[in-house]
């Protein structure tokens, strides 16, 4: 694998501007899609980051299933929830907009809870469990997400990985911030097996007769994703419930696309009609928040000092490796292998919009 | 194995309650403390149900452990909120007030969050959900517990098996209710193969040096239970979150005892000091009723047709081989184990309340 080359992030920042509003896309909400987006690159989330830009974002703002213009609707509001439309705009500035409102909601009146229809990808679930960090609050984010996952006992792609994002405030040690998807791993991780043609873990994929296989090449043709857990007997119908719990959520309570209907070209609504869902919750409705910080922290502590399995050094906290990954990428530049340079010189073409950054030295 | 008899529910709820009455618990308390173990034997979670009528129970209300008298006591309150103390009483009688609670004020106001600290092992987690079912709503239930759990790299119980219930209702089809520990299993199915002379499966638990092990004695001398996912290769980190997660719920935010210290006779806390957290969502306020029954429906039927692996014939929805048992259960009785018989005539006579029902012809 050749070496990386390092990007600043203002940068990268700039460009991903210029893409976006090249586009159509208002310069305040690029600005939102380049932070999401971003975030993923700092935090070391590679396969939800700049890689995506065209895949995901460019390509569908050109053909015009991504609306460029994002008019939000209100659907149905409470002092403590809210129903949005997300007018199948950009995932990122929906998502941020609902997350706000939710804090706003929290703040006010101790809990928010808001469900979003009609949108699109929205990059890293965790950006938007973080958001309530900074207000001390405690933030979830779930979305839905393209089938790639069988259920337990099926055979077919019918969920998504659909990830369950959770950020809880410390005092003086990094939050605790869980982004995980429900499958086992991503898809990706299994395209990556098969470029260095090695066989993947048994208990990570089926083939299309519903069989666990370690060839990446079934999973990927006509098989699917296992769920966290694998095959029944080592309890995947626990990450399958997980997986359908979020996309009860996002896709049954927010009326967004369900399972194997999400992104489906065929649905009546353009666009993928992803669906998305926020939680925020005041710390201080429950208990006194210094002693809430204070019990984070001597938890954090005491998980930290335990005694390690044979060969291992360190028990982490959900973020940690993350947030040691973003001071570094922040610092040295965000790291993209040539190849990535190289789609995104392609699709700054095809764009109008040339990619005409130089690495740092 | 010997054949289990069948007692039948009328019976044992009659004899629950005079065993708690017994103890100096009100009956009205009792009723619900029968209620909530029967929950289980009925479907089918023996582990939860009246196995443990002395070992939980019996003998902590005896030795003092567990008040019988269970004075709640209100700590903080919003119309959203509530933070309860439970008075170190029966975790079903706290339980199931914090949950009706909790359900009362997501019908007032679109939404419900309540935390309970000093509270007991409370039965079955899935229990207090489903409650939420009756009203149409969708119900949330997770407690801590005793430490049985090692986080990922290290080698010690440190967390408990935290389960994550959650109960969704459906419209003409049986509701969705996960009731899942975010342990990969529970430590009883871990004696069982050990009285079976039989290894578990790799992955299932670790032995005191934090090593992989098929050795039940090992597992259950010195060693813990993998979180979900198993060891960090099966992405048992995720497993880990979601344990963790529980009790930043239960524990941090409730304010009750947190990871090893749960259950700790060495508490400053008289008792187990258990935490549990509890929320309810009035789906009204995101979407019509009507329309997410059907959409339920219509995602459950999708998820029942579709194609089966090679050997399999049905896909099932979380929650309906529980209530497939139930209705068996109801209609048969419950059914006992010679030994478990034996054990409740036992306790039965050590509190003296003599266990003298007989099984069903």
């Known amino acids: 694998m050749p070496d990386p080359l390092r990007f600043s992030v ?79 705009g950009l995932g990122q500035v929906v998502g941020e907009y609902a997350m706000r409102r939710c804090i706003e909601k929290a703040r006010a009146n101790a809990i928010g809870m808001v469900t979003v229809r009609c949108s699109n990808h929205y990059g890293i679930a965790g950006y938007y469990a973080m958001m309530a960090l900074e207000h001390n609050l405690i933030g979830v984010s779930f979305t839905n997400s393209q089938p790639l996952v069988a259920p337990t006992y099926g055979r077919t792609r019918l969920l998504g990985t659909n990830p369950i994002a959770v950020a809880v405030p410390a005092g003086k040690h990094l939050p605790y911030v869980l982004d995980m998807a429900t499958s086992i791993v991503p898809i990706g991780r299994i395209a990556v097996y098969e470029k260095m043609g090695q066989p993947v ?85 429950f208990r006194d928040p210094q002693e809430f910080q204070h019990e984070m922290d001597r938890y954090i502590e005491l998980l930290k000092k335990a005694p390690k399995a044979v060969g291992e050094e360190r028990i982490y906290i959900h973020g940690e490796k993350e947030f040691e990954m973003a001071e570094v990428n922040q610092r040295e530049g965000i790291p993209l292998l040539p190849a990535v340079v190289d789609s995104l010189r392609e699709a700054g073409a095809l764009v109008g919009e040339p990619f005409d950054l130089q690495p740092l030295p």
């Open 10 to 88: 203002e940068d990268l920042n700039d460009y991903i501007v210029r893409f976006f509003t090249r586009l159509g896309v208002s310069p305040t909400d690029a600005q939102t899609a380049a932070r999401v987006i971003l975030a993923a690159d700092l935090r070391g989330v590679d396969s939800h980051g700049i890689i995506r830009l065209h895949s995901y974002y460019g390509s569908r703002l050109l053909n015009g299933t991504i609306n460029p213009q994002t008019a939000i609707k209100v659907l149905r509001e409470t002092p403590v929830t809210l129903a949005l439309d997300g007018g199948n």
């Open 201 to 285: 873990p048994l208990g990570w994929g089926l083939d299309e007769n519903g069989v666990p296989t370690s060839d990446p090449h079934a999973i990927q043709n006509g098989g699917a994703l296992f769920p966290l857990g694998g095959p029944a007997e080592t309890r995947g119908y626990k990450g399958y419930g997980l997986s359908l719990l979020v996309d009860l959520f996002c896709g049954v309570l927010a009326g967004a696309a369900i399972g194997p209907e999400v992104g489906d070209p065929s649905n009546q609504i353009p666009g993928a009609n992803v669906g998305h869902f926020f939680a925020a919750i005041d710390i201080s409705a």
